[in-house]
C-alpha cells in the first residue's frame, strides 16, 4: 500500500507566502508581465502534451528591464546611519561580498568598454581570424616570446597567472599553434612555469603578496613529459640553425650580384632568426635545468649548474637583440596575441591593478633570479650548520629580497633534500650534533667519551636531536619568509624553542647523572641548555630588529626597546662564556698517534668564526649603550613628545611589544615594572650628571671595538660610520649645543638598519 506524503498546512501557508512576496516585487519593479495569472496556471499544458505536440510550439519572452535605482536609494533613507538589513537570504558576509554593478573596480565586464573590438573569448579570436597560428615573421615570433618573458617576471612579482602569463592567447590553447617554432617554445615555458608554480607551493614561504599559486584551471601540461618537450625545442633548434646557415650563405653569395637583397635575405631577418634562436636556446637550458634539479642527484646538481650557466649568457644575448623582435602597441596588443583582460572574469572582484614589466626589466630580473639560484646551490657545501644559518639569514635577509622562488628552492633542495646524496655533505642532524660538540663540548657527543657508547645516552641523544632536527629546520625556514613575514615566522618558533628548551634541561639533567656514574671527569649540566640559549638569543635579537627596519617603533619607544635588545645582547655573552667554559673543562685526547687534520681544521675555523662574530655582538652592544645614554639626556630635556594615553598607559605599549618572549624561560621575560625600577630616567632627575657626555663614552669604546676587528665588511661600514657621526653630536651636545631647542631630534637609520644617526635638530 502507497503513502502520500501530504506537504502540510504550513509548509503551504509558507510558499503562498513566499509567492506573494516575489509577485510584490515584481510588481513594484515594473515587470508584472511577467506574472503567471491563476487561469494561466490552470490552463497551461503539461510536459507530455509539450512533448507530444507537433511541431513544438516555439515562443519568445521580452525581457524589459527597469532601473529601480531611486526606489532602492529612496528606501536606503530608512535606515539609521550604520544601519544594515539583515535577513535570512542576506547577511553581513552577502553585503560585503556583493559586486556593485558599472563600478569599474568591481564589475569586470565595465573594462570591455575600453575594449569593444576585442574577442571575448578564445573561440571568437580564432572564428573572426583576429589570432593567426602560422605565417609569423621572425620579427612577431621575437616580439611574442619577449613579451611573453615579461609577463612570466610579472607574475614572480607577485600577481596571477590569469592576469600575466595567459593574457597571451596562444598559450590558452597550444595545440592550435601550427608554427612549430612558437609552439615549441609555449609547450617549454609552460612546462617551466609550472615547475616554478610546484617549487613555490610545496615551498609554503609565500604569502598573498609573494606569489599567487592559484593555475585556474589553465592546462599546464602534466600530461605531457620533458623529454618530449626538450625533442620539439631541439627540432625546432635544428631547423633555426638550418635557416640562419641558409640566409648567411645566399647573402654571401648574393651580396656582390645584388646588393638590395629582397624575398627575406636581407640582414634585417638573418639578424631576427638569430635572435629567435637564441630564445629557442635559452628555453630549451631552462627546460634541461628542470630535468636536471628532477634528479635529485650530485651529477644532477652539477648539470643544473651547468645550464643555469648557459642560461645567464644567453640573457646577455637576449638582451643585445631586444630591438629584433616586434614592439606591443599598447592601443593594439592583439596584433601578437595578448588579450589584456580575457581572463578578467577569473579574478576575484576589486583586484589590485597591475602592469607587465618591460622587456628590459624582465630580461635583468631573469639573469638576477638565475644568479640567486646559482648562489643557493652553493649552500648545499656548507658543512657546519652555524655557517648555513648564518648564510641563509644574510642571503635571505638582504635589501632587495630574494624572489619566492630562490626562497622555495632553499627549502626543498638546500633543507629538504637529502644532502649526502645531493651535495656529498652531512644532513642536518649531522650538522646540528657537530654544532653542538664544538660549541659546548657535549660528552654524549663526543666519541672519546664513555657516555658516548652508553645504550641510554644514545637513546636520549636520538630522540633528543629528532626533536631538534624539525624544529631547527623551522628555525631555517623561518628566515626563507619575505622579510616582512619574519616577525610571525618567528614568534611560532620562539614558541617551539620555548618547548625545546624545557626538553633540553631535562635531557641535560638525565645525562648528568649518567656521566657521574660512568665519567666523573666530565659533566653534561647545561650542555644543551647553553646551546639551545644561543640560537634562542639570536631569534630575539632579529624579533626586535624587524621593528627597526620597517618603522614600528615610536621615537619614545626607542628607550625601552634598545634597553630590553641591550639586556638580550648581556644573555649571548652569559651564553658565550657558559659554552667557553664548558669547552675548557673538556679533559684534552689520549689517543696515540696523529690526530685527523680535518676535523682540527674544522673546530678552529668554527672558534675563529665564532670570536668574530663575538667582536660584532661587543661593538653593538657598546653602540647600544650609547644610543640608550642619548636617548636618557633627550627625554630628561623633554624633546622627544610623549603621547597622551586616551587608553591604557605605556606599560601596555611595553607590554604588547615583548609579550611574544614569555614564552621562553631564559632570558627571564621582563616586565615594564622591571624597566621602571632599573631604567627610567626618572632616576636621573635631579643629578648633575652628563648623560651627552656618557653617552659618548660608549660611543668611543664601541668605535674603539670596531676599529680592533681585524677585517672589514658592509655592516662594520655602516656601523663605524653611524658611531663616529653620534660622537660627533654627543659632544656637542654635551657642550650646550642646541640644548635649548624645542625641535624634536631626528633618527636616521639610512644608514644602517637597526642603529639611527642621532640629528639634533
Not at 617551466?192 to 604569502?207: D, K, N, P, Q, W
Not at 648562489?375 to 655557517?387: N, V, Y
Not at 637529502?418 to 642532524?429: A, M, N, Y
Not at 657558559?578 to 673543562?585: F, N, P, T, V
Request: hydrophobic fraction near 40%; aromatic fraction near 8%; include cysteine.
Amino acid at each position: 500500500m502507497e503513502e502520500h506524503n501530504e506537504p502540510s498546512s504550513e509548509a503551504t501557508d509558507a510558499s503562498a507566502r513566499i509567492q506573494q512576496a516575489l509577485e510584490d516585487a515584481l510588481v513594484a519593479t515594473g515587470l508584472e508581465s511577467l506574472l503567471i495569472s491563476q487561469h494561466e496556471e490552470e490552463t497551461k499544458p503539461t510536459c507530455d502534451q509539450i512533448a507530444s505536440a507537433s511541431p513544438p510550439l516555439k515562443k519568445s519572452l521580452k525581457i524589459e528591464w527597469t532601473d529601480v535605482t531611486n526606489e532602492f536609494i529612496a528606501a536606503t533613507q530608512e535606515l539609521d546611519h550604520g544601519e544594515l538589513i539583515h535577513g535570512r537570504m542576506f547577511n553581513l558576509f552577502d553585503a560585503m561580498s556583493a559586486i556593485e554593478l558599472m563600478d569599474s573596480q568591481m564589475d569586470p565586464t565595465v573594462q570591455w568598454a575600453s575594449f569593444n573590438d576585442y574577442p571575448r573569448s578564445l573561440e571568437e579570436a580564432v572564428s573572426k581570424g583576429i589570432l593567426k597560428y602560422d605565417n609569423h615573421s621572425p620579427q612577431e615570433l621575437v616580439g611574442i616570446i619577449d613579451e611573453v618573458f615579461a609577463c612570466v617576471a610579472t607574475w614572480l612579482q607577485g600577481h596571477t597567472l590569469a592576469q600575466t602569463v595567459f593574457t597571451s592567447m596562444y598559450l590558452l590553447d597550444i595545440e592550435r599553434i601550427e608554427n612549430i617554432h612558437l609552439r615549441a617554445f609555449a609547450l617549454g615555458l609552460i612546462k617551466t612555469v609550472e615547475y616554478m608554480r610546484a617549487c613555490i607551493c610545496l615551498g609554503r614561504v609565500f604569502s598573498e603578496d609573494d606569489q599567487q599559486g592559484v593555475c585556474f584551471g589553465f592546462d599546464m601540461l602534466i600530461h605531457l613529459s620533458e623529454a618530449s618537450v626538450s625533442a620539439s625545442l631541439k627540432e625546432s633548434e635544428e631547423k633555426l640553425n638550418s635557416i640562419c646557415k641558409q640566409l648567411a650563405s645566399s647573402l654571401n653569395s648574393s651580396a656582390e650580384e645584388n646588393p638590395d637583397i629582397e624575398n627575406g635575405l636581407s640582414e634585417e631577418n638573418l639578424k631576427a632568426w638569430q635572435a629567435l634562436s637564441i630564445r629557442l636556446k635559452f628555453t630549451r637550458s631552462l627546460v634541461a635545468f628542470v630535468v636536471s634539479i628532477g634528479k635529485n642527484t650530485a651529477k644532477g646538481i652539477e648539470e643544473g649548474l651547468l645550464k643555469l650557466t648557459q642560461c645567464g649568457k644567453l640573457l646577455e644575448l637576449m638582451k643585445q637583440t631586444l630591438d629584433q623582435g616586434t614592439q606591443l602597441d599598447p592601443n593594439n596588443p592583439m596584433s601578437l596575441g595578448f588579450h589584456p583582460i580575457v581572463n578578467q572574469h577569473l579574478l576575484p572582484p576589486s583586484y589590485r591593478p597591475y602592469g607587465i614589466v618591460s622587456r628590459l626589466d624582465s630580461m635583468k630580473f631573469l639573469h638576477t633570479i638565475i644568479a640567486h639560484i646559482q648562489t643557493i646551490l652553493g649552500f648545499g657545501k656548507i658543512d657546519t650548520f652555524r655557517e648555513l644559518y648564518l648564510v641563509i639569514k644574510d642571503f635571505c635577509c638582504m635589501p632587495d629580497s630574494p624572489n619566492v622562488l630562490v626562497r622555495s628552492l632553499i627549502i626543498l633542495i638546500i633543507l629538504q633534500g637529502d644532502r649526502s646524496q645531493l651535495f656529498g655533505t652531512p644532513s642536518i642532524g649531522d650538522l646540528l650534533k657537530d654544532d653542538a660538540r664544538h660549541m659546548v663540548a657535549a660528552p654524549s657527543l663526543i666519541p672519546r667519551s664513555p657516555v658516548f657508547s652508553s645504550p641510554q645516552a644514545k637513546e636520549g641523544i636520538d630522540r633528543f636531536f629528532g626533536r631538534v632536527v624539525m624544529i631547527m629546520t623551522d628555525f631555517l625556514r623561518t628566515f626563507c619568509q619575505h622579510r616582512a613575514q619574519q616577525k610571525q615566522s618567528i614568534i611560532r618558533c620562539l614558541d617551539m624553542m620555548g618547548e625545546l628548551q624545557q626538553e633540553a634541561e631535562r635531557v641535560d639533567l638525565v645525562l648528568h647523572s649518567l656521566c657521574l656514574k660512568i665519567d666523573p671527569q666530565r659533566q653534561h649540566l647545561a650542555c644543551f641548555m647553553a646551546w639551545t640559549l644561543y640560537y634562542i638569543t639570536h631569534l630575539m635579537m632579529e624579533f626586535i630588529n624587524i621593528g627597526f627596519e620597517y618603522n614600528l617603533y615610536s621615537p619614545f619607544e626607542l628607550h625601552y626597546v634598545y634597553w630590553y635588545l641591550e639586556y638580550v645582547y648581556g644573555w649571548y655573552f652569559t651564553t658565550k662564556k657558559s659554552a667557553d667554559r664548558l669547552i675548557s673543562s673538556e679533559p684534552p685526547p689520549m689517543t696515540k698517534g696523529k690526530r685527523k687534520a680535518g676535523k682540527k681544521a674544522t673546530k678552529n675555523v668554527s672558534v675563529r668564526e665564532r670570536e668574530k662574530e663575538a667582536a660584532i655582538m661587543h661593538s653593538k652592544r657598546l653602540l647600544c649603550l650609547g644610543v640608550m645614554r642619548a636617548l636618557e639626556a633627550l627625554l630628561l630635556d623633554d624633546k622627544i613628545p610623549q603621547p597622551s594615553y586616551e587608553f591604557g598607559g605605556p606599560q601596555n605599549i611595553f607590554h604588547h611589544r615583548f609579550l611574544t618572549f614569555g614564552v621562553i624561560s631564559t632570558p627571564q621575560p621582563l616586565a615594564f615594572s622591571d624597566y621602571m625600577r632599573l631604567a627610567s630616567v626618572e632616576n636621573y632627575r635631579g643629578k648633575t650628571i652628563n648623560l651627552y657626555d656618557s653617552s659618548a663614552k660608549h660611543l668611543t669604546a664601541a668605535k674603539m671595538a670596531i676599529e680592533g676587528i681585524s677585517y672589514r665588511n658592509e655592516e662594520l661600514e655602516s656601523l663605524l660610520k653611524v658611531v663616529k657621526t653620534n660622537l660627533v653630536i654627543m659632544n656637542l651636545a654635551a657642550k650646550g649645543h642646541k640644548r635649548d631647542s624645542t625641535v624634536p631630534p631626528t633618527f636616521d637609520f639610512s644608514v644602517h638598519k637597526h642603529f639611527p644617526i642621532i640629528r639634533m635638530n
